[in-house]
Every structure is written in structure tokens, then in C-alpha cells.
């Protein structure tokens, strides 16, 4: 079945370009991701939820990370290492050869974390959401709650980067939604 445009550029897909073209957002995800095992993917479906207001628990978010574990292990994880491996290639092969694959190699990654999200984007309606009373306090509970999950601590200072741009977008968004209101 073909996908239609809208299916291919989500909101969550733009959410999730559009924050981790901070620089700071970039470093502190990796950071997370080389540091702690996150999905990158999944924290950001949690960090776009709170956009709307919307926190999971804990059981949720296990049961969530559980329903994407095989295509990150299988496409995500493997994409990555071979991109990460052609940094520094066998010198057998040609640089400039080597480099053209790995791009090709990166752009199937991307690929293969824009599925990993649009598959994310389509169960959200069928998530067990609650309501929270800010974006931010959003945020702040579904990273706590993810973190609780997970089987390895969270570096601090990428969470507290997270979260100050977080707020920082929040706090844009609402002075542009009042001003629209006004």
C-alpha cells in the first residue's frame, strides 16, 4: 500500500527534526543514546507527546518500547554500527568509495528511524495517555517515566539539556499561540 504524504511527514517526524536541529539537543541525544542504551526515537515520541499534554507510565512506556525493540535492533542498531564503522574504512577500499556508501548507508538509517516513528505515530491513538497540566510537566514525567524503565541511569546534564530546550520550544509555543489568540 502506497503512503500519502501526510503519512510520511507526521507531526511527530517534524517535531522531532526540527528539535534535534539544536545543536545542543544533537550532543545531548547522543549522549543519552552512547551513554545509557536510549532510543532516541522513543524519547522523542515521549518529548512530542508532551507537546500536546499527554504523559505515559511507566507500564506504558515498557509496553511501547517493547512493541519497537525488534526494528531497532534489527534496522536501526545495525544501520548505525555499519555508518559508525565507515567513518574510519579498511584501507583496502577507496576513501572517497567508502565515504559514498556510508552516506547511502546514513540516509537508510535515517530511513529506517523515520519508519521506527511513523510506526510510533500511528499507535499513539491507541496509547494509554493521561493528561498533565503543562507541556513541560509533560516532559519532565514521561523522561522520569522512561528513565524508571530503563535498566541504565540517564547522564543528568543530556537529561537537563533536554529539558531546558524543551521548555525553551514550550515557552516559544505558547507566546505564539497566545499571540494568534490575541
Known sequence: MAETGAALDSPFWRFSIGFYRNADVAAACIALQDEA???????????????????????????????????RSNAVIPLRAVRRALKQPPPVVDAGDAEAFRTRVKAAELEAERLQQQTMYRLAPSLPFSDAASSVDAARANVAAYQATHRRTFPPAAVDTILKAFTTLSDGTQRTKGNRDG
Open 37 to 71: 542504551g536510549v532510543d532516541v526515537n522513543l524519547l522523542l515520541f515521549l518529548l512530542w507527546s508532551a507537546t500536546q499534554k499527554k504523559t505515559l507510565s511507566q507500564a506504558a512506556v515498557t509496553e511501547l518500547d517493547g512493541m519497537i525493540a525488534p526494528w
